[in-house]
């Protein structure tokens, strides 16, 4: 009897509704596990190639050399939103910083991905910000919250950015190595890894995950012969399967592709008038107007306005489902002590 109706609540809180997410909480930090898109400077203190160290990135940053854009890129605008400040680099704080930093980090890192074979030189796989944000977790977060009731709270209210998996879709960064499965079976790979991480992050206490697809479909051909489009399509329902198993968890996902086929079917709505050229191509010129531009550099990288568009589409709008952003952040957290 009383086993039933545990498994009746651990059932109806699987499929509890939008509805469910009303009080009122608030963020206490944004953590932070990506590639170039949202490396804000971890890459600059590493051997790699894959260094954003040159005019004109962040040139709307005050030239401070980090991020892979001219300006902001999406964790920067989502931390704004919640209020709290740019998550800095994880390498570029000094020891003493990262026991002081209590309103989070970002651990993401260009060129890598979620495999440990994808990256060009030195640069933070998925298993090293994992492991870096263990180290925050068991070694700095414990001097600034020292109580580990409010420590615990502090993770289970934070929120955490996981949009990696661009470079294992990448030839160059991954080294071929998708082209040795079928798409199919590639894409399981990924999100077996994806998965057994965000376990490692939900052990630690996290418990509010915005995870992304992958961006190197283009959206006027997102058809199976774009491989990444695997591992979108599988996304959402292995992510349900793990909130059925982490007992509290919650997931929301992050359309990508969706978000830029909407801006490229009506860029005049969004203010670009150039949703082809990219507004720096290496080597070549500056574009006049860096908000009329979707495209940053020849890499994949967007501008600080597309980025800006996408944030708010994730936090406010449909672009992030089943949960935007500001409902995640709301959800109430159900209490482990
Ligand atoms: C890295 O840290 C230095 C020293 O605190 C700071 O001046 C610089 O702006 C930081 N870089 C970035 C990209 O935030
Ligand atoms: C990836 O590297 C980490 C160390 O950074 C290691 O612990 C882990 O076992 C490796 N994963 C795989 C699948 O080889
Ligand atoms: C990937 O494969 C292509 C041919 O399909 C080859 O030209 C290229 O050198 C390979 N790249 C790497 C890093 O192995
Ligand atoms: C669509 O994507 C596939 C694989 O990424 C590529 O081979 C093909 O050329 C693309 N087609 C168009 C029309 O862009």
């Not at 996981?162 to 798409?183: E, L, Q, T, W």
């Amino acid at each position: 009897m009383e086993n039933s109706i545990k498994l009746m609540l651990f059932l109806s809180f699987c499929f509890v509704s939008n509805q469910a997410l009303l009080a009122n909480a608030s963020v206490p930090a944004l953590y932070v596990f990506g590639d170039s898109h949202l490396d804000p400077g971890n890459n600059m203190h590493l051997n790699t190639p894959a260094k954003p160290n040159r005019w004109p990135y962040a040139i709307d940053f005050h030239n401070i050399r980090g991020r892979f854009t001219n300006g902001r890129n999406m964790a920067d605008f989502i931390a704004s939103y919640l209020d709290l400040p740019f998550p800095p680099a994880y390498l570029n704080l000094s020891d003493s910083e990262r026991s002081q930093t209590t309103t989070g980090i970002s651990y993401a890192s260009a060129s890598c991905g979620i495999l440990n074979t994808t990256g060009a030189g030195e640069c933070l796989t998925l298993a090293k910000q994992v492991g870096c944000f263990t180290s925050t977790v068991k070694n700095d977060l414990p001097l600034a919250i020292k109580d580990q009731e409010k420590l615990q709270d502090h993770l289970a209210n934070s929120l955490y950015l996981v949009f990696i998996g661009n470079n294992d879709y990448h030839d160059a960064m991954s080294h071929n190595v998708s082209n040795k499965f079928s798409p199919d079976k590639y894409a399981d790979i990924l999100l077996d890894e994806v998965t057994k991480h965000i376990k490692t992050l939900y052990d630690l206490g996290a418990r509010k995950f915005v995870v992304s697809g992958i961006s190197s479909c283009q959206p006027h051909n997102y058809t199976k012969d774009c491989k990444s489009r695997y591992f979108a399509d599988k996304l959402p329902q292995r992510l349900q399967e793990l909130r059925c198993t982490l007992s509290g968890s919650l997931f929301t996902v992050y359309d990508v592709v969706n978000v830029y086929k909407k801006i490229t079917d009506n860029p005049q709505k969004y203010g670009f008038t150039n949703i082809q050229d990219p507004c720096y191509p290496e080597g070549g010129s500056l574009c006049k107007d860096r908000k009329k531009y979707l495209r940053f550099d020849q890499y994949s990288h967007q501008t600080e306005a597309a980025y800006e568009i996408a944030s708010k589409d994730c936090f406010y709008g449909q672009a992030c489902s089943p949960y935007s952003i500001l409902e995640l952040a709301k959800a109430p957290i159900i209490s482990h002590h």
